[in-house]
């Protein structure tokens, strides 16, 4: 008796719950709606000048109505970009419901597109119509993000005076900058290069060592800036007319012979994997004097990023000892093969030739951040000596040293040789500012350095800048 009863029991607790199952699957299918995701993402963490926003959309079934993004800040209120779309039809509902969806929408915020914009907190939200089913009405699905408005630039402030350079040589500048400044450094042409913390400064003082390029004749594309994470920048010119100093090109023929490309074209190629090595020993030899050298130079450009923020080097650099000098820096090369000219290019280094295999010193002191082969240098060691600057030993037929390893000037780092292009056994000794090729006679003068570095590097603290109380 009691078995049966109990049997009773437990069926009407299992009809109870496909109720309440059936009323959630009607509920969820014609009432509550799909759950939608929604994700902003913007390319940076305020907005300034342009700040791109990106919303993604996504809906498991039934699809999304309509999406939008809007702005908002106080009374200011902008939508910035919106879409309807197309629903699967109320009567298809079984390929609604398993259709997913996924939506974009894009658009940049910023001074340039809204007019009420003014400093502060702002929210961005991104907004989507829930598809609805049967007996659905609209239903909206809303996400925001909180983005600061920043609107004006950081300031800048020269520390330093006199800014004399030498179209093909080296300066430095020491300046101050606002908290706000996220990037800081010196606009050479197109190129960027990044301020240090100054050694001796205080908060926002910087440092930035540069070069100027060899075909660069004036100072007009130099500049300092800084940049706050909205992209507010700020620009200043801080090389005063004469304090420029041009200096034209040299100019040299180089003859390839046959006997010469046959040693250096083979050797490179064996040692460069990925190098293309199709066609005659000139069309060989040119890819090599083209394409190579400039991705050699942009491999050295690109160490100058890993350089310490303090100076590594002790006094003037290093000649190599009893050595002649050949070949100069910034040397218009015309290439002859055949008695027909077949390319140019521009040295950019300083020639030395001392006995073959000779010791060569490390030419101050610093880090090595590179010691191998790379390609038209042959056998390299490159050191970083701090704050951007590298000096680059090459065409070594040995290299002493290894990668990471701390080197004291006058150190032995390698044996001259003749790898890579080089006609005979010499030193190339190349020296790099913020990755721009510099001439390495001035590196080589005391006097130079105590007048036109030394300066900067003694700039103190400014007691007197508001943004430090
Ligand atoms: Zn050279």
Same mark, same amino acid.
């Given at each position: 008796m009691t078995k049966r009863k109990g049997t009773g029991r437990l069926k009407w607790i299992l009809l109870l719950v496909m109720l309440v199952a059936a009323a959630w699957v009607l509920y969820s299918a014609t009432l509550r709606g799909p759950n939608v995701s929604i994700e902003i993402t913007t390319d940076r963490p305020a907005i300034g000048p342009g700040t791109a926003v990106h919303a993604v959309f996504g809906a498991e079934r039934w699809g999304l109505g309509a999406i939008r993004l809007v702005f908002e800040q106080g009374s200011c209120r902008k939508v910035l970009a919106e879409q309807t779309l197309t629903r699967p039809s109320a009567f298809d509902l079984l390929a609604a419901a398993s259709a997913g969806a996924r939506a974009e929408l894009e658009a940049e915020v910023g001074r340039g597109t809204i007019d009420c914009l003014s400093e502060g907190p702002a929210t961005i939200f991104a907004e989507a119509e829930r598809m609805s089913g049967p007996l659905r009405g609209e239903k909206w699905s809303r996400v925001s993000k909180e983005l600061p408005v920043r609107l004006r630039p950081p300031s800048i402030q020269v520390l330093s005076t006199a800014h004399y350079v030498t179209q093909g040589g080296s300066g430095v500048v020491a300046f101050h900058v606002s908290r706000t400044a996220q990037r800081s450094g010196v606009r050479v042409g197109q190129r960027e290069i990044d301020s240090h913390p100054?050694?001796? !400064? !205080?908060?926002g003082d910087r440092i930035a060592l540069f070069g100027v390029p060899w075909d660069m004749g004036d100072a007009g594309q130099i500049r300092l800036f800084a940049e706050d994470d909205a992209g507010n920048r700020a620009e200043t010119a801080f090389i005063i007319g004469r304090q420029f100093r041009p200096r034209a090109p040299r100019k040299d023929v180089i003859r390839l012979p046959d006997s010469f490309l046959e040693r250096v074209v083979p050797a490179i190629e064996g040692q460069s994997p990925g190098l293309d090595t199709s066609g005659t020993l000139i069309e060989r030899y040119l890819r090599i004097n083209q394409r190579l050298r400039a991705a050699n130079r942009a491999t050295v450009a690109g160490l100058a990023a890993r350089s310490a923020d303090r100076p590594l080097w002790d006094g003037p650099f290093l000649q190599l000892p009893n050595s002649a000098r050949r070949a100069g820096f910034a040397e218009r090369r015309t290439y002859l093969y055949q008695g027909k000219v077949v390319d140019h290019q521009t040295h950019l280094g300083l020639d030395l030739a001392s006995v073959a295999h000779a010791d060569v010193p490390a030419p101050n002191s610093g880090q090595v951040l590179l010691a191998g082969f790379l390609g038209i240098y042959g056998n390299v060691v490159i050191i970083d000596h701090g704050l951007g600057l590298l000096s680059l030993s090459a065409h070594l037929s040995r290299v002493l040293v290894s990668e990471g390893e701390s080197v004291t000037k006058g150190q032995t780092i390698g044996r001259s040789g003749a790898t890579g292009l080089a006609g005979g056994d010499h030193l190339h000794l190349g020296i790099f500012a913020g990755g721009i090729a510099v001439s390495p006679m001035e590196w080589l003068d005391g006097s130079w350095i105590r007048n036109r570095i030394e300066p900067a590097l003694a700039v103190g603290a400014t007691p007197d800048s508001a943004d430090k109380k």
């Open positions: 100054h050694p001796r !400064g !205080g908060e």
